[in-house]
């Protein structure tokens, strides 16, 4: 698992119109990996990247498609694979 293979194309899809620089609500920009790992202490479930996407997270609702399936692929990325941007 990886950023750049795995989790980089959801985000794009699901969060980066809400988030990107020049438009970054809540100031969170998820456009670059460096941007994403601000709200990411790898190895962390308590990382706010994690409980905002997990069920009943405030930011569950955006995944698209099978969501709980994207929630469990960024807790694992986060806490299982502490946040490899590259495999
Ligand atoms: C329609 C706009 C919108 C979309 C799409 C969106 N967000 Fe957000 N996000 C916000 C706003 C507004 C805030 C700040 C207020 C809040 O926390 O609800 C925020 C805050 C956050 C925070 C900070 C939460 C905290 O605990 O401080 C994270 C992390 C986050 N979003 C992740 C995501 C992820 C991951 C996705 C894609 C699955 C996503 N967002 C999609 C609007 C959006």
């Not at 980089?8 to 456009?31: E, K, L, Q, W």
């Not at 995944?63 to 709980?68: E, M, T, V, Y």
Request: charged letters at 15%.
């Amino acid at each position: 698992m990886s950023y750049d293979q795995d989790l980089a194309p959801i985000f794009a899809t699901d969060c980066v119109s809400c988030h990107r620089a020049g438009n970054a609500r809540g100031g969170y920009a998820m456009d670059s990996y460096a941007a994403v790992m601000t709200m990411v202490t790898p190895g962390s479930a308590s990382s706010h990247l994690v409980t905002s996407t997990r069920s009943g997270g405030s930011m569950y609702r955006y995944f698209s498609g099978d969501a709980a399936s994207k929630s469990e692929l960024v807790r694992r990325w986060v806490v299982e694979n502490n946040a490899a941007q590259a495999r």
